[in-house]
Structures are given as C-alpha cells and as structure tokens.
C-alpha cells in the first residue's frame, strides 16, 4: 500500500539523518551497515515489525559515536526501544522523539548530553524504562514527573547535574523498581511520600546534599535489595523500621551525620549486608 510504503521512507529518512549527524565513526559502523541499496530492516542495530516493516527497534550502543541526536528520530512513529548508551553524543535530547506513543525502552546513558532533559519525556505514558544516567544535563525533576507515567519501572538520572528538591510525586510511579538520583546536586529532604514505592529493589540517592532524617516510612519498602545513602548531609538515626528489609543486600550510609545507637531490629539484618559503594 501506497500509505505503507511512504510510513517505511519515513523510518529510512530518519535513520540517515542519524548517520547524517555522527561526525565521528571510529568503527565505520554506519559506512559498513547502513547502506541505501539495502532494505531498512537488514540494517545492523535496526528491527522492524514483520508484518507493517517499520522499525521499533533501535540500538546502536558502545560505538563510541561522536555527533548529536537529530529530532527526525521522532518520526519513528513506531520505535518501541531507542538504545543509543555508551556513545560520545553531545547537545540536548530532542522532545520530538518522546512523541513517540509507542516508546517503552529509552537509554541515553554514558554520553555528553546536556541542558534540561525534555518534559515531553513526562508525557509518554507508554515509557516503562528511562535511563539519562552519565551525561551532564541539568535542571530540576518536574513536580509532575509521574503523572502520565503509569507503567514506568526504571528511573536512572544519575551522575548528572541535576538540582532541586527530590518530587514527592515519584510515588505516583507505582511500578517503580529502580530510583537512580545518585551523584547529582539535589538537596532537601528524602520524601516519605517515596516510601510508598512498594515495588522498589534500588533506591540510589547517594552524592547529593539531602537532609534531615531518614523516613521510618523507608522499613515499609518490602522489596528493598540495595540502597545507597552515601554521602549526603543525613541526620538523625538509622530507623529501627529498616528491620523489615530482610532482601536488603547492600547498604550504603558512609559519609553523613548519622548519629545514635544501631537499632537492635537491624542487628541482625546488618551480619548479611554488604556495606559496598552503589552508584
């Protein structure tokens, strides 16, 4: 069909204006595998339904790419996962690709990107993995951040150079399983409102400037494997609620001003922990 093929020359032209913005190839990547005279889906790092043949995959990580990201990215109208981690692309990540209502898989981890991180991501409801981890964007989480994401599980906006209180409205995020905060500039308080991310396994807050008291809220987090606290301005004491944690696997609470006795409920909690550093 007419409308079909026009939807397939619309995926082509948008992965070679990706081509069209790398300026650096030290593998030849592109030169060896994305060549016109072959159809779209043959091309190494794309995949594409079977049936309508446009793509809803694409991966091209640890290529060590230099470039930008083009918005044209956004005309894959039909992209279900975008893998472009472990690169060196730089500049800002267009909005135009969080148009996408099919996207669930997103990872621009270990580049150079930079600004804010577009709000259009906020509004892509079928987003169920986010990671911006490793790249040097800044500004603050929206206050809505979860309210069009209903079905998100992983959240990594680590070692960036983002600032701002941490949103209380995270816990709208009921799936949440992964929360990567760490090695930013956020301060404030941790927010008890978190706590009620009862599908949690990582909560990684390490390397802010957070305050005050650790929630006792944070014992109702059932499901806890690791948690890293580290190097923050905490307070306070360790809550004997964190005797409920007994997946808790690593634990990191070095470098704050954490004072008082070890709760006896944790003693015993603390034989199986390993105290490793968690990013």
């Known amino acids: 069909a007419t409308a079909n093929t026009s939807t397939i020359t619309t995926d082509r032209d948008a992965l070679l204006a990706l081509k069209a913005h790398i300026t650096h190839d030290p593998t030849n990547f592109f030169a060896k595998n994305w060549n016109t005279s072959t159809p779209v889906c043959n091309w190494t790092g794309v995949t594409c339904d079977v049936h309508s043949h446009r793509v809803t995959v694409l991966n091209i990580s640890r290529l060590n790419l ?8 956004g005309n894959l109208s039909s ?48 987003l169920q993995y986010l990671d911006f981890g490793f790249n040097t964007l800044s500004g603050e989480i929206p206050a809505n951040i979860c309210s069009n994401l209903p079905f998100l599980e992983y ?13 209380s409205a995270l816990s709208n995020c009921a799936y949440l399983q992964r929360l990567g905060l760490s090695s930013n500039d956020f301060s ?5 409102e978190i706590c009620n991310l009862t599908k949690l ?24 494997e690791l948690m890293s606290l580290s190097e923050n301005e905490l307070q306070g004491a ?12 690593i634990l990191q609470l070095s470098d704050n001003f954490l004072t008082g006795i070890t709760p006896s409920s944790i003693y015993k909690l603390l034989f ?7 990013i």
Do not use: D
């Open 66 to 73: 230099t470039g930008t990201i083009p918005s044209q990215l």
């Open 79 to 126: 992209l279900q996962s975008l893998n472009l981690s472990c690169n060196r692309l730089s500049g800002s990540i267009p909005s135009a690709i969080f148009t996408t209502y099919t996207l669930k898989y997103v990872s621009f981890r270990k580049n150079q990107l930079s600004g804010a991180f577009p709000s259009f991501a906020f509004n892509t409801s079928s």
């Open 155 to 167: 959240l990594a906006l680590s070692q960036n150079m983002f600032h701002g209180g941490i949103p």
């Open 188 to 192: 404030g308080v941790v927010p008890k």
């Open 201 to 224: 396994k990582g909560l990684y807050l390490g390397g802010n400037r957070l305050q005050g008291e650790i929630p006792r809220e944070s014992g109702n987090l059932a499901e806890l």
């Open 238 to 249: 360790i809550p004997r609620e964190w005797g409920n944690l007994t997946g808790l696997g």
């Open 272 to 278: 199986s922990i390993k105290f490793g550093t968690v």
